[in-house]
């Protein structure tokens, strides 16, 4: 089992900065793709970003690619999303998840088998 505890929202400017980090406990950490996904009031839960087990190869939404950066530490069983040039379409809870067995980033959320309680990420313009 992988338990997931996401930190690091809040509230930012428009054009501003935030990194979340997302702490994993269990033996899998290692073994998992990880990926971040987000739901705004009143839309679906979707995709963000994946990273692979080794940290190797990266998947990005159209929307943030380019301004967001997934990163893991398989040491420190952690992945993060660094956010750049934050944009109020960015405002929305951000959950990270765990697919422990496919091997490969996938962008629908149903791959995934873990995850955190989400933190709330708000971009004023």
């Known amino acids: 089992q992988v338990q997931l505890v996401e930190s690091g929202g809040g509230l930012v400017q428009a054009g501003g900065s935030l990194r979340l980090s997302c702490a994993a406990s269990?033996?899998?950490?290692?073994?998992?793709?990880m990926g971040w996904f987000r739901q705004a009031r009143g839309k679906e839960r979707e995709f963000v970003a994946g990273?692979?087990?080794?940290?190797?190869?990266?998947s990005y939404a159209d929307s943030v690619k380019g301004r967001f950066t997934i990163s893991r530490d398989n040491a420190k069983t952690t992945v993060y999303l660094q956010m750049n040039s934050l944009k109020p379409e960015d405002t929305a809870v951000y959950y990270c998840a765990a697919d422990p067995h496919w091997g490969l980033i996938r962008v629908v959320a149903a791959s995934y088998e873990y995850w955190g309680q989400g933190t709330q990420v708000t971009v004023s313009s």
């Open positions: 269990g033996r899998t950490f290692s073994g998992a793709v």
């Open positions: 990273i692979s087990r080794s940290g190797g190869s990266t």
